[in-house]
């Protein structure tokens, strides 16, 4: 069956836009076909159990590792493979035919061109001649400071950066190693690379606070030309046209609002292990994430509203979890820094709980939604002001609005500070018509049969109550 899957395909190729004829295809699925990767799996399976094998040989010497420890004479990463041994000859030699008889049985080639063998810099002339020879691979420098391929990159990038005795680390991390290739996925997400010289991968490194862009971005065009974030920087700005080639324009406006433009002069590019706010990977927050995700989801369902654009309810979350890069967030983990904030003629610090509760632009913004909407914002905390607009007792086709106006509002107040901050916006910049025009937006898309959309607030939410009874209304501070 699978064999008729592949073998009953026809081609045609166009020449000058014009078809010409068709040939059979002899090998090899429809391009983009998710058989293609199941098979391929198939295949390396043979090539992987034959290796593992070998441990259950008493004539094979394997690499030098603690007896303790998990036999591993290979790791795997889509058509790489790394193969740990000794250098004796007979263990190279089991080792060189399983790898010919895998090639002639799935009929895929080494490329003998892009294999290298690589030891340590002390081992002598002799016994790396001896190895070129029943291995036919030479031996090469290790790779870390040359051109990178994807599997080196992404080993070195995450478990070896700034480390030179990688050797080592190799030997005595070998359990912790394993363990940590299979948390991997769990885990990968909740590291930050907070973005200096930008030498963080940028496709693989969650350095736009997204995930890795590999994932992230919609419609998946990857292009593995681009090894590095620096190199989406030219003359010290944002390269736009450059990631508009590659990344959709929500996530480069994420990019040039929130990330900061890598400068060669800095340091390496620092990962922040995000579930804490110390930046410092910690047991007990991993466990938090890990087993107390139930009991959150509950606040989690109200951040993500359908209709908004996810860039804004990612940043509610952000914000809930003290992860956005106000001045007293960053002096949390050890900035030294004086702080001033953007969004005021008179400055103050830049804090989260002035820039979006206490400065008079967040106060008049605040005001203006919850004085008609009637909910109270008096004495309350920025988080506690959230939740009154979530738990508010209205209509539900209004919840469905209040639900949202929390992180528009926030989200607005973000992007003026910024804009401020970067320069290209004026500190009397319309904040609350902007959140006006999204929660219109939103209300249009929840509610397709509506024709025309009231342009006051007051109004939006009369018709939203649909003629029923008003809530009652509670105090509300006053705006200044
Ligand atoms: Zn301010």
Not at 240 to 251: F, G, P, R
Not at 433 to 441: A, H, R
Request: hydrophobic share 40%.
């Amino acid at each position: 069956m699978v064999y008729r899957i592949f073998s009953n395909n026809w081609y045609s190729i166009l020449v000058n836009g014009q078809q010409q004829g068709f040939f059979q295809s002899s090998r090899g699925v429809k391009q983009g076909d998710p058989l293609s990767p199941t098979l391929f799996r198939i295949a390396a399976e043979v090539l992987i159990r034959s290796l593992n094998v070998l441990h259950q040989n008493i004539q094979f010497k394997g690499f030098g590792m603690p007896n303790w420890s998990p036999k591993i004479n290979h790791l795997a990463y889509a058509d790489d493979m790394i193969i740990f041994t000794s250098a004796d000859v007979v263990s190279l030699q089991k080792i060189m035919r399983i790898l010919r008889n895998y090639e002639q049985t799935s009929g895929q080639k080494i490329n003998m061109d892009k294999s290298v063998v690589y030891m340590h810099k002390k081992v002598s002339g002799d016994i790396s001649i001896t190895v070129e020879i029943v291995t036919g691979v030479k031996r090469k420098d290790f790779p870390f400071m040359t051109k990178p391929t994807l599997w080196i990159e992404y080993m070195t990038s995450k478990y070896c950066r700034k480390e030179n005795t990688i050797l080592v680390q190799w030997k005595q991390g070998s359990q912790t190693w394993k363990r940590m290739l299979e948390a991997r996925d769990l885990i990968e997400y909740q590291i930050w690379w907070q973005v200096r010289k930008g030498d963080s991968l940028f496709w693989f490194d969650n350095w736009t606070g997204l995930g890795a862009l590999y994932y992230v971005n919609p419609g998946n065009t990857y292009d593995a030309r681009i090894h590095n974030v620096k190199e989406m920087v030219v003359q010290g700005r944002w390269n736009k046209k450059k990631l508009m080639e590659v990344l959709s324009k929500d996530i480069i406006d994420h990019i040039t609002q929130n990330v900061t433009i890598p400068k060669e002069e800095r340091d390496l590019d620092r990962p922040w292990w995000i579930l804490d706010t110390s930046g410092e990977f910690t047991i007990k927050s991993t466990w938090d994430f890990v087993w107390l995700r139930e009991p959150q989801l509950d606040i989690y369902r109200f951040m993500w509203i359908k209709g908004l654009p996810f860039k804004i309810s990612f940043f509610l979350w952000r914000c809930w979890k003290c992860k956005i890069p106000t001045d007293d967030v960053l002096k949390k983990i050890n900035f030294n820094l004086r702080s001033k904030c953007w969004c005021c003629i008179n400055p103050s610090e830049d804090t989260m709980h002035h820039l979006f509760l206490a400065s008079n632009t967040a106060k008049r913004t605040w005001s203006f939604f919850c004085k008609a909407a009637g909910i109270s914002m008096e004495g309350v905390q920025l988080q506690q002001l959230i939740v009154n607009w979530w738990k508010a007792p209205v209509t539900n086709r209004l919840k469905q609005v209040y639900a949202a106006v929390p992180s528009i509002i926030m989200w607005e107040l973000w992007k003026r500070r910024n804009g401020i901050k970067h320069g290209y916006r004026k500190i009397n910049s319309p904040v609350i018509y902007l959140v006006l025009i999204s929660i219109q937006i939103l209300v249009l898309y929840k509610n397709p049969s509506i024709k025309t959309i009231p342009a006051k607030w007051k109004n939006l939410i009369q018709m939203l109550e649909g003629g029923k009874a008003r809530v009652k209304k509670r105090n509300i501070a006053s705006p200044q």
